[in-house]
Structures are given as C-alpha cells and as structure tokens.
C-alpha cells in the first residue's frame, strides 16, 4: 500500500491530541499555583470557575485583551520563552489598573505550528509568575496547534484579564480639572511596545548580535529587549482605593503622545515637561542609530514612562513620595491645563 | 541620501498605527450594536466596563478563551471572513454554557502579518453578529500588526467570553446520576474542530475545489466548509433555568470520546448508542475518502453531535421535545450506567 493510499489520522495532519494531553498536565501544577480563594475551578472544566469577590457593593468588572507584539520575536531568537508570559500579564494588569480595577483572573492564548510542549510549559511559567505576583488567578486558556499558520520554533500569544472595581470607584479621567499634576512612573525599557521598528535598528542598522552589550545600557541586547514589562498594580493601588487619583494613562502602542488623550476630558490638555525627565540610553540610542525623528520616537516607543497619573497639584508631592517609597521611580512630568485633550511637550 | 541612511519610521518597520485608527473607526458602530443594558464603557477605554446584573445573588463568572483553529484556512482561501468570527462567538457561548453559565461579554484578539482594515471589518462583523445573537457585548479586543508573524493575507483570530451562573445553579456533572439518559444536539457540519484532517481529505486526497459541490452534501465545499458553529444557548437556556439539566458536554476537540468524560463523574460510563442517529454524509465523506478509521474520526470530529445533554430518564422524551420546538434536531442518543468515566459506543 502506498503513502498515498494509506488511512489518514489527525495526527499525520499536524495535529497530535494526545500532546497537547501531556502539555495540559504538564502545566496544571502551575495552574493550580496561582489559585485564590475565589476560583472556583481546576484545569479541565469547559470553563473557568470564578465567585465574583463578597467585598464589592455595586462590582464592574473591567476586561482587557492583548497580545506581546513583535517582542515574541526576540523571544524566538533567544529561546526564552519564560518571560513573554509575565510581559503580556502585566501589561493586561496595568490596563485594567487604568480604570482603578484589581485583577480577578487571566486566561491565555496560544497558537502554535506544531506543539512544542517544552515551550508551551515555559510561556505558562512566565504566565503564572505574572499571575500570583499580581494575585490573579490564571483561570483557563486556549492553546492551538496550527500546521502552516506559524514557521517552527514560532508562536502568537494573547491574553485576556478580568478585573472588579466598585462602581463609583471606576477611574476614567472624568475626574480630571485644570491645574492637576502629571506623575511619570518609569518603564523598565521598551515594555511590549515598539519592537518592529526596534529590532530594524538593533539587528538591521547596527548590525547587533543577541549576545553583544547593548550600548550605553547595562546588559545584553537580549537582556536589555527582553526586560519584563512592568506592573504598576502594587504601588498604585493603595494610592486607588484613597480617592487620590483622578485618571491613569497607560502607555502603551501609541506611546505618551496618543494614550493621555484617552483620558483626557474635553477642555483640557496635558503639558509635559521633557526637561523632567532623562530618557533612558536605550531610547536615545535607537533614535539615533535608526535616525528616528522625535514625534515618531514618543508615538512608536513609551521613551521612559509606563504609566501617567493625574493628581490633585496639593498632592502631587505625597504621591511621588509614596511611590518612590513602594519602589517605583516617580517625578511631577507636568500639569493639566485648558486646551483640546492633546499633548504638549515643552 | 540613501535608503540605508534615511531615518527609519515606525511604518517602514511595518507597523502603521494611523491604519490601526481607521480600522478602528470602521468597527466601533458594530462594537455599538451589541451593547446591553450592563455595558459601561465604549470602544477605546483600556479596558471594557461591565456591570455585574442585579438579578443574580451569588453571581459565579464563568469564563473561556478559544481559537477558530484552521477552519481560518478556508476563510483564507475563500476570502470570506465574515463568519469565522460567529463560529468563535458561538463556539465560547456553548463552552460556558456546559457549565450553566449565560453571556455577558466577548474580547477577540486579531493577530495580523500587515493590517487590512477591510478583513478586520469583515472578521468584527462575524463576531458583533455572534454577540448579538447571544445577547453578549463585544467589549473590547486587540487587533495586532505583526509583521513576518503571518502570511500576507492570513491571520489568527482568538476571543474570550465571560458569562455568570447563579452559585447553587453551576452545572459540573457532579448531578449525573446512573440511568440518566444523554440527549444529543444534532451539529451544523464540523463546527470548528478537525480542520486540518479534513482539508487534507478534502483538497488533497479528493482534489476538489471550493466551488466543487461537496458529495452527498448540498452546497459546495466552500459552504458545507465555512457552516458556522451552531450556538445551543436560546434552546438550553429555558431548560437549565429550571434545574432539568444535569450535565452538559462541548463536543469540541477531542469529540464525543474526549468531551463527554470530562463531565462524568466518579464510577460512571456514557453508553451511546450509535444507530440512534445517521452520522451526516459530510463525515462518511470524510472517513471514506480519507481512510480515517472509525475511532479516530470520533476523536477529531463531532459526528454530527454539538452538544449532549445529561438528564433525568423520566423527563427525556419532554426534552427532546422542547429541543425540537426550539428547531433543534434532538434525540436520545443514550444513558449513563456503571463504570469508569469512558464513552462505550454500541
């Protein structure tokens, strides 16, 4: 009998179920690590199990999905798969944080060529690292196996987080009137944004190999493109749960110059002052060797801020204060004035 | 100056956040028509706002992220992509369901090799479609520009859909009991599982093309292909609001085989019989022509079965006839008796 004529199985079509089995039992330990009083499921149910928290009076729940982008990229080149995962938490944990949300759970996608359980296991080991930082429980996922959708060795990873925030207590920028401060946290380096215009520069024009010193930065190019994106969920929330904040602005693709506008209300503009800050080398050197322009830098990258949040003036230096206190690198970036919900930079 | 001197441009590397802007203008009318009277926030906050119903006294969120697989493939080569984002909707509405759970929200995560605003339209179009069928708002998403991540023209489409159960009404076929009977929901042709066995039947083994009109089936390859995952919420919903549902299982991937031990509890096996329904011409097809054995094709494929249903013995032929009245094709397919959590076919 030839090849051709031979009974076909869903295996020889690219897909192996009883691999993806072993790579589900693989990864339950580290499911079942990130549990929290509320989860209500294990690994297995059609769908994840969570009681909505007793605490909330009138509970909003707040949901966010994304992806890690081209970072993935870098990932792949590297073979370090264990950190993507904690990006793309973080990053889904700061957007929900935007609207004063604590996280409730996560759950994952993954879309693979061919399953590659070592890896699989290695994303959720990111992903579960991010989860029980942030005490959020990862509650399910998908994880795909696509013949001719991605090249070996390659993947796409998403995410989705879900969040409560008391109704009143949604934060949304309506909060926000002339005059307010502007307070920078610092980003940890390119977070997950940027990174096709970033690897051009390092790889293509300055000609940079994984293992070489990034210039002027403390490490390698694959330690410097790889660090973690940050959560800010830690060292805001206190600052949340006390009224204190009036909008959040996480920056994210679109850099400064296209998030704070989303907050901003009508009438008002956000003046930044640039001299407030030094952008990191990281950002500097891009722009220099890629002969990146500075409007296309503070759109394509976060240039050094990961979040901004709007305060009352008279508390501005409480804030910036209390943050630092919680480990985060914080300074009054500007203020509120009138205008049309843009950005100046001066 | 030439082109490797020139300053690089965030769209030069690929990524064109202005396109981004446009497509996203082009689908917020639909993102609008799905609102329900618990939605809070519109499109572009960075995260969707949803309130918790009133209704429910110890609410139960109950949540599911999946992938459309490689039916996508056939979306890619008929270049309709209009309803790829129904089966998803459909496909998380049925996996919450299994656990008694009726739809609050969905997210998609679009993951695209260049941004084409036309097919981002038509995929968001499939979805707010889904989500109005099921009463559920599509409260956010992601669409990704990742280039050399995807073929031009191809992309991965993912969503993740949050429902609520009323604790004491959670559905975990911990009420299966031996002598239930298991009534089966006839499917609408593969749904989304076993895409990659089948194209290898179909287009390779049989040689047809789109437009061939599909043996023993009516419609062409393309149609009997691209059938949308059919959603059981509006026929199950009435009968699992009055506690007459003990256990439900997905017939996703894995089948009949996988799916339906996931329910069962300790001790107990489904005995299906098969001669209680005709397996549709569209699966003797595939078997036949692609010499796929009997064992397997109920592994990869649904057999022509969705969704199968658990209830009291006494009260199965009232289901099947309020299934029926509900246009659903329904029968009892079986019952459950002593053993050990498998599915023996007889």
């Not at 029980?132 to 060795?153: H, I, K, S, V, W």
Request: hydrophobic content about 40%; aromatic content about 6%; proline content about 5%.
């Amino acid at each position: 009998m030839s090849a051709a004529e031979r009974g076909l199985s869903y295996k020889e079509a690219g897909v192996d179920i009883d691999a993806a089995t072993r790579a589900m039992r693989g990864i339950a330990e580290m499911v079942r690590s990130t549990t929290t009083p509320d989860t209500l499921s294990g690994p297995g149910s059609f769908g994840g199990l969570y009681r909505v928290p007793r605490g909330v009076s009138n509970p909003v729940l707040v949901a966010s999905t994304d992806g890690v982008g081209t970072k993935l990229k870098v990932a792949f080149l590297t073979g370090r798969h264990d950190t993507v995962g904690e990006d793309l938490v973080n990053h889904c944990v700061n957007d929900i944080l935007a609207q004063g949300a604590q996280p409730l759970f996560f759950l994952d996608y993954i879309g693979m060529g061919r399953l590659e359980p070592g890896t699989v296991e290695s994303l959720v080991e990111g992903i579960a690292r991010g989860c029980r930082t942030n005490g959020c429980a990862l509650l399910g996922g998908e994880t795909a196996e696509m013949p001719d959708f991605y090249a070996p060795g390659e993947y796409d990873l998403a995410g989705t987080i879900v969040g409560v925030v008391e109704e009143g207590a949604v934060i949304d920028g309506s909060a926000i009137r002339e005059g307010d401060a502007i307070i920078a946290l610092a980003s940890s380096g390119l977070h997950t944004n940027g990174y096709s215009l970033a690897r051009r520069v390092v790889f293509d024009r300055m000609g940079l190999s994984l293992e070489d010193p990034f210039p002027e930065e403390d490490g390698s190019v694959a330690d410097v493109l790889l660090r973690p994106h940050r959560s800010y969920l830690a060292a805001l929330s206190p600052l949340i749960a006390q009224g204190r904040v009036h909008g959040l602005a996480h920056i994210t693709g679109g850099g400064i110059t296209d998030n704070v506008p989303r907050v901003l209300p009508d009438g008002l503009d956000a003046r930044l002052d640039r001299t407030s800050w030094e952008v990191p080398p990281l950002f500097r050197v891009l722009a220099r060797e890629g002969g990146v322009d500075d409007a296309e830098m503070f759109r394509a990258f976060n240039m050094g801020v990961g979040m901004m949040a709007f305060v009352a003036a008279s508390d501005a230096e409480r804030v910036v204060h209390e943050l630092t206190a919680a480990d985060e690198r914080a300074w009054i970036a500007g203020g509120v004035v009138a205008g049309d919900r843009r950005v100046l930079y001066s």
